[in-house]
């Protein structure tokens, strides 16, 4: 009876119910708060796309006759790609041909009659106005010569645009056009992309601009299929007006010596590459939520009972939560089963750690 009356009365002694021995105490995981250097951790997901990428199309309308590329063929500057039916065009340059022999023998007429009747206007046997009707002959003469020279000329160019050839050294990323199809002048038959000129374009909400500068930006990228293939690049270009749709921009991400395995159209990670910074990050098992707010529940060493503290969160980032403000160095905070707490609480510690950066 003894041992019974010293133990209740023990536990009258420390302010605890007969039900909250250490073994009744609900057991909690938990971590002490330190503030640890912390890379910056947003992350986003975008897609490999070539710097340079060229629509190739005819520069005159026709029937595709042939297509010699498909989707990934490599080409040399000069290569044919495509070719249009000539018949039409070459029809043009034989009437084009007929025009200048036409314009070259009336030019020869009118040369002949310009000189008879100077000569005659020399001699006092014409008057002067049928000599300047002669010299109008002539000039007109030289003047549809010119013309017909120049359509000659025009329609040598146009059968030549029959033929679609590569402008520089490349890829082909995309076809618009099959053969027997009609084009129109300037409609994409190819796509053709410089394959070592690669950049990385991400699409970013607006938030994440807050911390930007306008200082060039470093970037670390790498593919979701490889993630230990890293590579380093620099923002080259942010899209001054947001997408209507996603209301995102799109950030283009210059890859500095991309490997050959990072191909066009692989997804790919990226994350801004910046100095590490004092701050405490929490996982997100620890956070709880009171009233639509971010809370974190907080130990008593001395009485063993929780509270509930409101916490300020710099930002949310895959695994982790960056706390701004509300939490100080060595806090005992609860991280597991925060849903099921109450205020006042009294627990028992499973084990407690540090708040570490790599803790991420």
Same mark, same amino acid.
């Given at each position: 009876?003894?041992?019974?009356? =010293?133990?209740?009365?023990?536990?009258?002694?420390?302010?605890?119910?007969?039900? #909250?021995?250490? &073994?009744?105490?609900?057991?909690?995981?938990?971590? !002490?708060?330190?503030?640890?250097?912390?890379?910056?951790?947003?992350?986003?997901?975008?897609?490999?796309?070539?710097?340079?990428?060229?629509?190739?199309?005819?520069?005159?309308?026709?029937?595709?006759?042939?297509?010699?590329?498909?989707?990934?063929?490599?080409?040399?500057?000069?290569?044919?790609?495509?070719?249009?039916?000539?018949?039409?065009?070459?029809?043009? /340059?034989?009437?084009?041909?007929?025009?200048?022999?036409?314009?070259?023998?009336?030019?020869?007429?009118?040369?002949?009659?310009?000189?008879?009747?100077?000569?005659?206007?020399? #001699?006092?046997?014409?008057?002067?106005?049928?000599?300047? &009707?002669?010299?109008?002959?002539?000039?007109?003469?030289?003047?549809?010569?010119?013309?017909?020279?120049?359509?000659? #000329? /025009?329609?040598?160019?146009?059968?030549?645009?029959?033929?679609?050839?590569?402008?520089?050294?490349?890829?082909?990323?995309?076809?618009?056009?099959?053969?027997?199809?009609?084009?129109?002048?300037?409609?994409? !038959?190819?796509?053709?992309?410089?394959?070592?000129?690669?950049?990385?374009?991400?699409?970013?909400?607006?938030?994440?601009?807050?911390?930007?500068?306008?200082?060039?930006?470093?970037?670390?990228?790498?593919?979701?299929?490889?993630?230990?293939?890293?590579?380093?690049? !620099?923002?080259?270009?942010?899209?001054?007006?947001?997408?209507?749709?996603?209301?995102?921009?799109?950030?283009?991400?210059?890859?500095?010596?991309?490997?050959?395995?990072?191909?066009?159209?692989?997804?790919?990670?990226?994350?801004?590459?910046?100095?590490?910074? =004092?701050?405490?990050?929490?996982?997100?098992?620890?956070?709880?939520?009171?009233?639509?707010?971010?809370?974190?529940?907080?130990?008593?060493?001395?009485?063993?009972?929780?509270?509930?503290?409101?916490?300020?969160?710099?930002?949310?980032?895959?695994?982790?939560?960056?706390?701004?403000?509300?939490?100080?160095?060595? #806090?005992?905070?609860?991280?597991?089963?925060?849903?099921?707490?109450?205020?006042?609480?009294?627990?028992?510690?499973?084990?407690?750690?540090?708040?570490?950066?790599?803790?991420?």
């Amino acid at each position: 009876m003894r041992p019974c009356i =010293l133990l209740l009365a023990l536990l009258v002694l420390a302010g605890c119910k007969p039900g #909250d021995t250490p &073994a009744a105490l609900r057991l909690v995981r938990t971590l !002490v708060v330190d503030t640890k250097r912390i890379n910056e951790d947003r992350q986003a997901i975008g897609e490999v796309k070539p710097r340079y990428e060229s629509d190739l199309s005819f520069r005159v309308a026709g029937k595709v006759l042939s297509r010699l590329v498909d989707v990934g063929a490599w080409v040399k500057q000069g290569d044919t790609l495509a070719m249009l039916d000539t018949q039409d065009y070459q029809n043009r /340059l034989r009437s084009a041909e007929a025009d200048v022999s036409s314009a070259e023998a009336a030019l020869i007429n009118a040369q002949g009659t310009e000189a008879r009747q100077a000569k005659l206007l020399k #001699d006092g046997w014409t008057p002067k106005a049928t000599y300047d &009707a002669a010299l109008q002959n002539l000039q007109a003469a030289e003047a549809r010569l010119k013309a017909a020279k120049a359509n000659l #000329d /025009l329609t040598h160019d146009q059968l030549n645009y029959t033929t679609l050839k590569a402008d520089f050294d490349g890829v082909i990323t995309a076809v618009g056009a099959e053969a027997g199809q009609n084009v129109n002048a300037g409609q994409m !038959v190819v796509k053709l992309a410089r394959p070592d000129d690669k950049d990385g374009v991400f699409n970013i909400a607006e938030t994440a601009f807050t911390d930007i500068s306008k200082t060039q930006l470093e970037v670390v990228v790498w593919p979701l299929s490889n993630p230990d293939l890293t590579l380093e690049g !620099v923002v080259r270009e942010i899209s001054p007006v947001a997408d209507p749709v996603t209301r995102t921009y799109a950030v283009k991400v210059t890859l500095n010596n991309p490997p050959p395995q990072l191909r066009f159209g692989m997804s790919i990670g990226g994350r801004l590459k910046g100095k590490a910074a =004092l701050a405490v990050a929490l996982p997100l098992s620890a956070i709880f939520e009171k009233n639509g707010s971010p809370a974190v529940w907080v130990l008593d060493q001395q009485s063993s009972s929780l509270t509930l503290r409101p916490i300020t969160v710099a930002r949310y980032e895959a695994n982790t939560v960056v706390v701004a403000s509300g939490l100080a160095k060595g #806090d005992i905070i609860v991280t597991a089963g925060v849903n099921t707490l109450t205020v006042g609480q009294k627990v028992r510690l499973a084990e407690a750690n540090l708040v570490r950066s790599d803790s991420q």
